[in-house]
């Protein structure tokens, strides 16, 4: 890379636009075409996703890009003529869910006429009735059966006056195969054993729909939590797990991902594929940012003095639209300032709301599956005068397994898994909070190195991550916002 341009690049104002212009959308279905495929970067994730294979799932957490994988599938896929693909969100679905059986193999079938129509709305134009023929239903079986079977049924009804016709575009012909892309299907997941049953009979109908004929085809992106519970009760979740593929960043990818955004807004150019495939020095990369942040942290404790990278990088989950949002904060706040380049004040100025954010994103996101979560993660606001600051935000097995205990007894019973009766296990909770990324399982190697393990990298149960010896903290991300008087505090329990 070529260190003088980029050292000589500028930033005229950090308004609206043009952090927008820096950063683009933060959800990939808003990012418009053009700009969608520039910035789409992934390591050897997509590779296997995209791999000759009937069934395929994309399992992350949300804002980790199951979106963009989706949709960067779908675009690579209509490339080819003979190919007819069909976009469904969860919403689309929920529509044909009033009258899914209870019965794990009429649900299947039930689906499997829902595919079969929504495959012909996107072949044809007509005015047929939303119960489309049984006969074109059983056909659905095999791609050519079921184009022979919308063949014959538009011969008979075009003899007479009808709409019915063949979409622009499509040649029935020439056509090999059917995609399906499904999206958000975890969407409205409440934890109710009735959504559970809703997505896993989904699951299983695109399962045995794929098995029985290869090009039909089924895209799939699910959340985590949704995709363990299913899991958990899954009969054939041994054979449907060899078609998922586990969305994971390291934050050193993440980095490189806003890297290419930024150096493609300055048209300076950026091998990321060179950063993504060799562990290069992450201060090669942190001259694309020097346009637009200071390279070295001013601050106090152990923070200060240190490369900017490491703390906003330590502030990520491992989720690429936490990296986005965070720099996106910090540039309003420097505009506001009248700067033109992200300096240490900015970011420990947001570091506040941006903390307040990720904990809202889990209450809004989990709170319908357990009661008083609001004031469970508040409950590991450290208490006055505990310990060293380091350690404010660790606890031992021990130490955690008293302090829920401790909460449990006095919520009377306000803290609850939804649809369930009873005060959940101390264990329960703990393995829940592990599971949504609020708390991540930490150790100390002898080196003095740490090892940190999220229910991404280890999806052992908590005893398991106990008889390896592991404690646990909470993450970064959360911790101003679980203590925002005690700004140093945090940014001193940093490690």
């Given amino acids: 890379m070529n260190e003088e341009p980029i050292a000589s690049l500028k930033i005229k104002k950090f308004d609206s636009n043009t952090i927008f212009e820096l950063f683009g959308s933060f959800d990939a279905e808003q990012e418009k075409l053009d700009r969608f495929k520039d910035y789409f970067v992934t ?41 007819i693909c069909v976009p469904l969100t969860a919403s689309d679905l929920i529509a ?16 499997k006429s829902v595919f079969a129509t929504e495959a012909l709305s996107h072949i044809v134009t007509s005015s047929i009735s939303e119960k489309i023929p049984n006969e074109l239903i059983k056909s659905f079986s095999s791609v050519a059966g079921f184009i022979s079977s919308i ?22 012909n020439r056509t090999k195969r059917i995609v399906f892309f499904i999206d ?22 695109c399962y ?38 586990m969305l994971r960043w390291t934050n050193h990818q993440i980095y490189i991902i806003v890297a290419r955004r930024i150096a493609r807004f300055f048209k300076t150019p950026f091998n990321h594929e060179m950063y993504l495939s060799e562990e290069r020095r992450q201060d090669e990369i942190a001259r694309v940012f020097d346009p637009i942040i200071e390279r070295t ?15 906003i990088l330590s502030m990520t989950r491992n989720r690429p639209r936490d990296l986005l949002t965070l720099l996106t904060l910090a540039a309003q706040e420097a505009n506001q300032k009248g700067r033109t380049i992200i300096n240490s004040t900015d970011l420990q100025n947001v570091f506040p709301r941006y903390s307040e954010d990720r904990l809202n994103d889990l209450n809004v996101e989990y709170s319908s599956r357990i009661s008083g979560l609001d004031g469970l993660l508040l409950s590991f606001k450290p208490s006055h005068g505990r310990g060293k600051t380091s350690e404010k935000f660790r606890y031992t097995n021990d130490r955690i397994s008293t302090h829920l205990k401790e909460i449990l007894k006095s919520s009377n019973g306000r803290i609850t898994f939804a ?53 646990w903290e909470v993450l970064p991300a959360y911790r101003w916002a679980i203590q925002p008087a005690k700004i140093q505090d945090v940014i001193e329990s940093l490690e």
Wanted: aromatic share 12%; net charge neutral.
């Fill in 297 to 311: 942290f001013h601050g106090f404790g152990r923070w200060d003095a240190t490369p900017t990278r490491r703390v």
């Fill in 208 to 245: 045995d729909i794929s098995k029985r004929d290869d090009n039909i085809r089924f895209r799939i992106a699910i959340r985590w939590d949704l995709w363990d519970a299913i899991s958990r009760i899954n009969q054939d979740i041994d054979k449907i797990r060899q078609n998922a593929v």
């Fill in 419 to 471: 649809y369930e009766k009873g005060i959940p296990d101390y264990r329960r909770i703990l393995d829940f909070l592990y599971r949504i990324d609020f708390l991540q399982a930490w150790y100390r190697n002898s080196d003095g190195s740490i090892e940190r393990v999220n229910f991404q990298d280890r999806q052992l149960a908590v005893t398991g991550l106990a008889e390896f010896g592991y404690s």
């Fill in 96 to 111: 044909r869910a009033d009258d899914l059986p209870t019965d794990g193999l009429k649900a299947i079938n039930h689906w």
């Fill in 184 to 205: 958000d299907i975890d969407k409205g997941w409440d934890g109710r054993s009735a959504g559970l049953h809703f997505v896993n009979s989904i699951i299983n109908a």
């Fill in 151 to 172: 063949t014959q049924y538009a011969s008979k009804k075009t003899k007479g006056i009808s709409d019915f016709a063949v979409k622009a575009g499509i040649d029935l």
């Fill in 43 to 83: 390591n050897d994730f997509y590779e296997q996703f995209s791999a000759n294979f009937p069934l395929r799932i994309v399992v992350g957490n949300k804002g980790a890009g199951k979106s963009a994988i989706i949709r960067a599938s779908q675009i690579e896929m209509s490339d080819f003529d003979d190919h």
